[in-house]
């Protein structure tokens, strides 16, 4: 199983609202950073509880931790994805993980998977919001 198999966002279907985490995923020396998030209106409680047994199954499925590999959180918080309008909005911060230390580094994976969408993100200290530039070039850092 090799890294690129692994998609580097997931966000559940039928969605607008949805709690994320940021993941770190690593195997025989190499990391990779996914995304993965789930509706809030599809589970009331143990959100973020649910996004890591997925990923846990996920990755056993696909014979990544028998094969050594090993996962952690890395933070998270929300994102309003609006179809309508093509907007992503990142937000707030996981209640259980924290916020995670590069919400741009997200913001850049979203927009490489929405890639028709506006992506800006709010930190949790900074009420500003941030954009991602037109036009930028995503997919190296992402």
Not at 27 to 55: F, H, M, P, W
Not at 60 to 82: M, P, Y
Not at 96 to 115: I, N, S, T, W
Request: hydrophobic share 35%.
């Amino acid at each position: 199983m090799e890294f690129a198999e692994i998609d580097n966002v997931q966000l559940e279907e039928g969605g607008v609202m949805f709690r994320y985490l940021l993941i770190q995923i690593e195997r025989n020396g190499q990391t990779k950073d996914i995304v993965r998030g789930v509706n809030y209106q599809s589970y009331r409680e143990g959100l973020e509880e649910k996004i890591v047994q997925a990923v846990e199954r996920e990755l056993r499925d696909r014979d990544f931790i028998e094969g050594g590999g090993v996962f952690k959180v890395d933070g998270g918080g929300s994102i309003a994805l609006n179809p309508y309008q093509e907007t992503v909005i990142l937000f707030g911060s996981s209640q259980g993980y924290g916020v995670e230390q590069d919400r741009e580094c997200v913001a850049k994976m979203l927009g490489v998977a929405y890639p028709e969408h506006t992506v800006s993100w709010f930190g949790v200290d900074d009420p500003k919001s941030k954009d991602l530039e037109s036009g930028e070039d995503l997919s190296e850092e992402a």
